[in-house]
């Protein structure tokens, strides 16, 4: 093997090998038993390969649709929801299940607060009045969790739920928009770059040495 082969090949196993770091956190084929909720459906997942596959018809749509439920208030159902939402829109699971960790006990109440905010000043730019949400009703909804008394900040719960909500969809179909154009311009140029590879090593496997050396005439 020569030395541009051995180079090529080499580039060839690295950016395999780059891809796997980059997926091991996420749900894979061989490892979706492992995740709760998600081994219920393992047998059905894995018969069908579209769930699995990471070309951008699959996976553009986890993307949009990942960031929206990513960011609704609604912790602790994401990852059923984005299991039966890959389902129906044939969509890459391991993104749509990954984004889902975005959310997470550390981040979920400051990125819920912000997307409120978020949510208000879209409705004020409409002249709808929303209140404010500070310290003093995190702090009444904190104890109404805890206690179940929700009677009597029902109201406030509800549009405090209605006005994130909103944020969320903003903020996360902007993302999604942003995330699923990456991704084709990079599968792109992946591809690009992946035939250039493969051509030259078949060039390179193909190319074979002249042993021998033509004669001169007597």
């Given at each position: 093997?020569t030395?541009?082969?051995?180079?090529?090949?080499?580039e060839?196993?690295?950016?395999?090998?780059?891809?796997k770091?980059?997926?091991?956190?996420?749900p894979?084929r061989a490892t979706?038993?492992r995740?709760?909720?998600?081994n219920?459906?393992?047998?059905a997942?894995?018969k069908?390969?579209?769930?699995?596959?990471f070309?951008?018809?699959?996976?553009v749509?986890?993307l949009r649709?990942?960031c929206?439920?990513?960011l609704?208030?609604?912790?602790?159902?994401?990852i059923?929801?984005?299991?039966?939402l890959a389902f129906?829109?044939r969509?890459?699971?391991p993104?749509?299940?990954g984004?889902?960790l975005?959310?997470?006990p550390?981040?979920?109440?400051p990125?819920?607060f912000?997307?409120?905010?978020?949510?208000?000043m879209?409705?004020?730019?409409?002249?709808?009045?929303?209140?404010p949400?500070g310290?003093?009703?995190i702090d009444?909804?904190?104890?109404?969790?805890?206690t179940?008394n929700?009677?009597n900040?029902l109201?406030?719960?509800?549009?405090?739920?209605?006005v994130?909500?909103?944020?969320g969809?903003?903020?996360?179909?902007?993302l999604?928009?942003?995330?699923g154009?990456?991704y084709?311009?990079?599968a792109?140029?992946?591809?690009?770059?992946?035939?250039?590879?493969?051509?030259?090593?078949?060039?390179l496997r193909n190319?074979?040495?002249?042993?021998t050396?033509?004669k001169d005439?007597?």
């Amino acid at each position: 093997m020569t030395n541009e082969s051995h180079r090529l090949f080499e580039e060839k196993r690295r950016r395999i090998r780059r891809l796997k770091r980059w997926l091991r956190p996420l749900p894979r084929r061989a490892t979706v038993h492992r995740y709760p909720v998600l081994n219920w459906f393992a047998k059905a997942a894995r018969k069908r390969i579209y769930l699995w596959s990471f070309r951008p018809e699959q996976a553009v749509p986890a993307l949009r649709v990942g960031c929206i439920l990513t960011l609704l208030p609604i912790y602790g159902l994401q990852i059923p929801l984005a299991l039966l939402l890959a389902f129906l829109m044939r969509a890459n699971l391991p993104i749509l299940a990954g984004l889902q960790l975005i959310t997470n006990p550390f981040t979920v109440l400051p990125i819920w607060f912000a997307l409120y905010q978020i949510g208000r000043m879209t409705l004020g730019l409409l002249a709808i009045e929303t209140s404010p949400f500070g310290k003093n009703e995190i702090d009444a909804l904190i104890q109404n969790f805890f206690t179940g008394n929700w009677g009597n900040n029902l109201d406030t719960l509800l549009s405090v739920f209605s006005v994130t909500t909103l944020g969320g969809v903003i903020i996360g179909t902007f993302l999604g928009a942003v995330a699923g154009s990456l991704y084709r311009f990079i599968a792109k140029r992946t591809t690009v770059s992946y035939q250039r590879l493969h051509h030259k090593i078949e060039q390179l496997r193909n190319s074979k040495p002249s042993s021998t050396t033509p004669k001169d005439d007597a």
